[in-house]
T-cell receptor, first 115, second 112 residues
């Protein structure tokens, strides 16, 4: 089985711009979770989508949003970028049907740099 | 108190030794527990999952769970230089949905 794919792998933006990141989960997986990883804060949960519905959301401002399509692919969007949004954005795929027990498998991540 | 805490590193062990990584969590209702390995510049890789009290072994790795003490550990036997990485403890505290909280990670260095 192919693993989780994320595009683009690297992105450079300037403050105030917006960005869209894409994630394709493992075939058959219906849940996609997004995380932000920074050296200071570690891995922080952004949101989780299952069957096109957001099931859970972390403590991030409304500038961070996401969606999931019928083929389980997911996108996340960050509007009005700030310098502090520079981070590695990780997508994790899981089967999704055993809530509380699902194993998550990470994609390679998108490295976002905001100048 | 952070929801998931790990022993502060960096942890250095000689090649061939046992590396012991520890993790505590605050939510008693947590359902499942995971250990991830993350090499520098790479994404986390799942190495162990554990759901019930006791030990679970997979090759050189043993995960131990004690729900009463809210404690999870990972033992790496016969440590190799290739085990040098950051190890992340993750706890799923969700019930109707997944809510996975990650610890800050412990950096392990295996010295040849």
């Amino acid at each position: 089985k192919a693993g989780v794919t994320q595009t683009p792998r690297y992105l450079i933006k300037t403050r105030g711009q917006q960005v869209t990141l894409s994630c394709s989960p493992i075939s058959g997986h219906r849940s996609v979770s997004w995380y932000q990883q920074t050296p200071g804060q570690g891995l922080q949960f952004l949101f989780e989508y299952f069957s096109e519905t957001q099931r859970n959301k972390g403590n991030f401002p409304g500038r961070f949003s996401g969606r999931q399509f019928s083929n389980s692919r997911s996108e996340m969007n960050v509007s009005t970028l700030e310098l502090g949004d520079s981070a590695l954005y990780l997508c994790a795929s899981s089967p999704g049907h055993q809530a509380g027990y699902n194993e998550q498998f990470f994609g390679p991540g998108t490295r976002l740099t905001v100048l | 108190q952070k929801e998931v805490e790990q022993n502060s590193g960096p942890l250095s062990v000689p090649e061939g030794a046992i590396a012991s990584l520890n993790c505590t969590y605050s939510d008693r209702g947590s359902q499942s527990f995971f250990w991830y390995r993350q090499y520098s510049g790479k994404s986390p890789e799942l190495i162990m999952s554990i759901y019930s009290n006791g030990d679970k072994e997979d090759g050189r790795f043993t995960a131990q769970l004690n729900k009463a003490s809210q404690y999870v550990s990972l033992l790496i036997r016969d440590s190799q230089p290739s085990d040098s990485a950051t190890y992340l403890c993750a706890v799923n505290k969700g019930t109707s949905y997944d809510k996975v909280i990650f610890g800050p990670g412990t950096s392990l260095s295996v010295i040849p």
